[in-house]
């Protein structure tokens, strides 16, 4: 696998676009702390460009099905960079329209992106080794994400927000070059049949659904996956309550990078967690244990125990979000890629969008404390009502082919 050209080029992609993203969320969080004083409206705001995803993901299904990855994958990347000039706009007027119209336009490239690339890493690996790419490319991300936070923090001490949209624009740049260096092999015939068939029928997600009847280990993998949502969704919201809580910007940094060090582990622990416990229990254990981080920030006004809970849900998914990308990958049909993970997209961005919605509006109403609460308790009852549903119909959920 480290011989082929083309996993280097996305890894190292990966990791730039992860510095320039996250160096751009960050300048969004500062941007509205500084111009937005409700929870609800800086979620309504940042559910703002989900909502475009999620609008776009049945065409962007289409789209990546009918069509080179490559292409896919280079058009978006322009996507990206266009979009940073609005972000610019918004800074200099000092206007949130402007950042809603950079939030949308940026969600519009990433529901063609990430699409996109889930489906083309099946095609540039061997089956075996996508376990192993999967967790390397959280892995990197994770390392982009806790470099670009910790690059985001300083910059902010030295230099305005506008340079931190700079950053975002450099690395969006490079990353679009990067992409035109990528040798994705297409199976030409399927791309022509799928084309006349997508012309004969307009549905966006028609076919996915008797793909998830008919596979229940897709499916239930696929109800699973969105247990932690729950978790992410809220993530930033919480990253800056609890920020407030302890009247300290210092934590936000030490938050993303003990979670993101923690993701890290558990991305690498993985390959060797497979090898001796069985996918159900790595997934349901998973869920457990971030269900329990939910309710240790309870305690969010202690330092040491905000951390902790960070730590454990970043260990978490770190086993968590490789498995299941790599049961989706290899149990999903290659031609149905494109539609599937845009469907799975537009789900996620739905997800998000409420979860988003609900934080926002539960951070105002009842507090961080109580809200943690009742999420880790909706999470730890869904996780044992699925638990039970799996034994009782005596589902298997393997990421080996085989089981497909």
């Known amino acids: 696998m480290w011989k082929n050209q083309n996993v280097w080029i996305i890894l190292s992609g990966e990791l730039i676009a992860g510095l320039g993203l996250w160096a751009g969320i960050i300048g969004n969080l500062e941007f509205m702390q500084e111009s937005v004083p409700s929870d609800f409206m800086k979620s309504l705001i940042l559910a703002s460009g989900l909502l475009a995803g999620i609008l776009v993901g049945p065409y962007a299904g289409r789209v990546i099905d009918q069509s080179k990855k490559k292409t896919v994958l280079i058009l978006s990347g322009v996507g990206r960079v266009i979009s940073v000039v609005f972000m610019f706009i918004a800074l200099a007027t000092d206007s949130i329209t402007w950042m809603i119209v950079f939030l949308v336009t940026m969600q519009i490239a990433a529901a063609f992106y990430f699409p996109a690339l889930q489906a083309s890493l099946p095609l540039i690996v061997e089956e075996k080794d996508l376990l192993q790419l999967n967790g390397w490319d959280m892995n990197i991300s994770t390392i982009a994400r806790v470099a670009g936070t910790a690059l985001a923090g300083l910059v902010l001490v030295y230099a305005p927000i506008s340079a ?21 092999p297409e199976a030409k015939d399927n791309l022509k049949q799928n ?13 996915v659904f008797p793909l998830l009847k008919r596979d229940v280990g897709i499916k239930y993998t696929l109800i699973l996956s969105y247990i932690p949502v729950l978790f992410i969704g809220s993530f930033n919201l919480l990253v800056i309550s609890i920020s407030e809580i302890q009247d300290s910007s210092s934590i936000k940094g030490l938050i993303y990078t003990v979670e993101g060090i923690s993701f890290m582990l558990g991305s690498v622990a993985i390959k ?16 457990f244990v971030i269900g329990a981080a939910e309710l240790l920030l309870h305690f969010a006004h202690i330092p040491v125990m905000s951390l902790i809970a960070f730590g454990l849900f970043g260990l978490s998914v770190g086993c968590f979000f490789p498995t299941v990308m790599t049961i989706f990958q290899k149990q999903v049909p290659k031609e149905y890629h494109g539609r599937f993970f845009s469907f799975r997209n537009m789900l996620d961005r739905t997800s998000f969008q409420i979860v988003l919605l609900s934080t926002g509006a539960l951070l105002d109403l009842m507090g961080l404390e109580n809200m943690v609460l009742f999420f880790g308790t909706l999470s730890i009852c869904l996780t044992l009502y699925y638990l039970l549903q799996v034994k009782k119909n005596n589902i298997r959920i393997e990421t080996d082919q085989k089981a497909a």
Do not use: H
Request: charged letters at 20%.
């Open 164 to 184: 931190l949209y700079g950053i975002s624009m450099i690395a969006y740049i490079i990353l679009l070059l990067l992409t035109f260096l990528l040798k994705i």
């Open 195 to 207: 084309s006349v068939e997508e012309r004969k029928d307009k549905g966006s997600f028609k076919e």
């Open 272 to 287: 060797y967690i497979g090898s001796k416990w069985k996918t159900n229990n790595i997934l349901f254990f998973s869920l």
